[in-house]
């Protein structure tokens, strides 16, 4: 079973950037779909971003889109999401997740339950 382990968070001020990793326990993490969602204090989980087992596809809210990257390295079994022009509104702990999708259906990548395997969370705060 594949297990996911983040790392990158933390305090930055708006308008700064943030790297997150999430590493992978097994090679067949390369087999997967990966993506990142985000929960803030009182709100549901909501989808951020989302890359092709290859890497070569990459979906992203609106909210996010033009400001963060995703991307992996599968030689490393990491995928990395890199946060610029961070907002207050971005605060939240955010999770990688790990899915065998059928790509290009959005409503399916783009929802929590369509993913089987969780990082434990990362805390990003951006302050005013």
């Known amino acids: 079973q594949v297990q996911l382990v983040e790392s990158g968070g933390g305090l930055v001020q708006a308008g700064g950037s943030l790297r997150l990793s999430c590493a992978a326990s097994?090679?067949?993490?390369?087999?997967?779909?990966m993506g990142w969602f985000r929960q803030a204090p009182g709100k549901e989980r909501e989808f951020v971003a989302v890359?092709?087992?290859?890497?070569?596809?990459?979906y992203y809210a609106d909210s996010v889109k033009g400001r963060f990257t995703i991307s992996r390295d599968n030689a490393q079994n990491t995928v990395y999401l890199q946060m610029n022009s961070l907002k207050p509104e971005d605060t939240a702990v955010y999770y990688c997740a790990g899915a065998h999708l059928v790509w290009g259906i959005i409503a399916t990548m783009s929802r929590d339950t369509s993913y089987g395997y969780w990082g434990q969370g990362n805390q990003v705060t951006v302050s005013s």
């Open positions: 097994e090679r067949t993490f390369s087999s997967y779909a």
């Open positions: 890359i092709r087992w290859s890497g070569g596809s990459t």
